[in-house]
């Protein structure tokens, strides 16, 4: 697998400081706060005394990158209870880490036999329900983290490493999953599976948009990038995606039903702004070679994020026509998560 080939080349890394200064902070008021879960491993030195912050960050009013809690380079994706943000679940490399105090203090709740989890996600509608993908399938619980199940009915007997996963914001129990051999779905909170789209590599990426959640969108390693108009049960190939390598990630504008872009090791950022129809490369401005590992695009203001590999964090204000150095210099970002803003924030690390 390209994008597992290329994680576990850094496993072994540890990091050295973030430098780069941010833009200033933003006029607007906003609606949301920005986690990133990132790690920094560019032109570190096995051996060296100089001490590092990985893990979690938080992008403060005046637009750096502040790292929060446990200062562990694995953190591949975290989640919220949507009932108190203070609560956070984390998919590390150990398993999930949970945090019920804002990420000062965390354990791991899932056994030796549920590590290197790549996404996690709780349940809105049902938030004492978490969903953990899995290497070799994907596991639950129903009591905020306390007992996991693995329950993978449904699921090949081979081929089930599963990188990605989203819930239906407009139904409990209704799940899709990215596996390597397609696209999975679940009416009954995974006491069943069925696959909706069959791939011949992983499926690296799936969303509900934000604005219409009858409409998915996922990104793979070899099958382009797709989208579902009828709430997952159908998926096609948006024209005009290659398919040659790996797409990594896709995102969707909370405020256009038209604008998605999509971040690529090979192809930098991809955009539309026209639901689909077009693609065109916006790379001006990002370094040389690209190898984007992530984007995400502001739920409040439209700003897109690209994060380049081993380089730092990228923003535009003109949906990629321009780039400007966001911050977060050396990292590796494997997530990025847009949280409502309330007044139980995260504390941070002393």
């Known amino acids: 697998m390209k994008t597992k080939t290329k994680l576990l080349a850094v496993l072994a890394i540890l990091a050295i400081p973030a430098g780069a200064p941010a833009a200033p902070a933003d006029a607007t008021p906003v609606a949301h706060d920005t986690y990133v879960c990132a790690m920094i491993s560019n032109n570190f030195i096995v051996g060296s005394k100089i001490v590092t912050r990985n893990g979690i960050f938080v992008r403060d009013a005046s637009g750096q ?10 953190f591949f994706g975290i989640a919220f209870d949507p009932r108190d943000r203070n609560v956070i679940y984390a998919a590390t490399l150990n398993g999930c880490l949970q945090s019920a105090d804002g990420g000062k203090t965390w354990r791991v709740s899932t056994s030796w036999d549920m590590t290197e989890p790549r996404d996690i996600a709780v349940d809105p509608n049902a938030p004492d329900t978490i969903y953990l993908p899995l290497p070799d399938g994907i596991a639950v619980s129903t009591d905020r983290g306390a007992t996991w199940q693995r329950r993978e009915n449904g699921l090949p007997a081979r081929g089930k490493y599963t990188q990605t996963l989203a819930i239906d914001r407009a139904r409990a129990g209704r799940v899709l999953i990215g596996c390597e051999t397609g696209i999975y779905l679940t009416d009954d909170a995974a006491q069943n599976w069925r696959r909706v789209f069959a791939t011949q590599d992983t499926v690296t990426d799936i969303i509900q948009s934000p604005l219409d959640p009858r409409l998915w969108l996922a990104t793979t390693q070899s099958d382009g990038a797709l989208v579902s108009r009828d709430n997952g049960l159908a998926w096609q190939k948006f024209d005009g995606t290659p398919s040659a390598e790996a797409l990594y990630n896709i995102a969707a504008d909370s405020a256009s039903p038209l604008r ?8 930098g950022v991809l955009v539309t702004e026209d639901g689909g129809k077009t693609w065109v490369a916006r790379n001006a401005g990002l370094p040389d070679g690209h190898c984007v590992y992530r984007v995400a695009i502001d739920p409040d203001n439209g700003r897109l994020y690209a994060a ?12 990629g026509r321009t780039w400007r150095k966001d911050g977060l210099e050396g990292s590796t970002v494997f997530h990025f998560v847009f949280v409502p803003k309330n007044t139980a924030a995260p504390a941070a690390e002393k």
């Not at 998605?260 to 192809?267: E, F, P, R, T, V």
């Not at 380049?308 to 949906?319: C, G, K, M």
């Open 65 to 74: 990158y502040r790292h929060i809690g446990k200062n562990f380079p694995f």
């Open 260 to 267: 998605y872009a999509i971040g690529s090791w090979s192809y």
């Open 308 to 319: 380049v590999y081993e380089d730092a964090i990228y923003a535009s204000d003109d949906f």
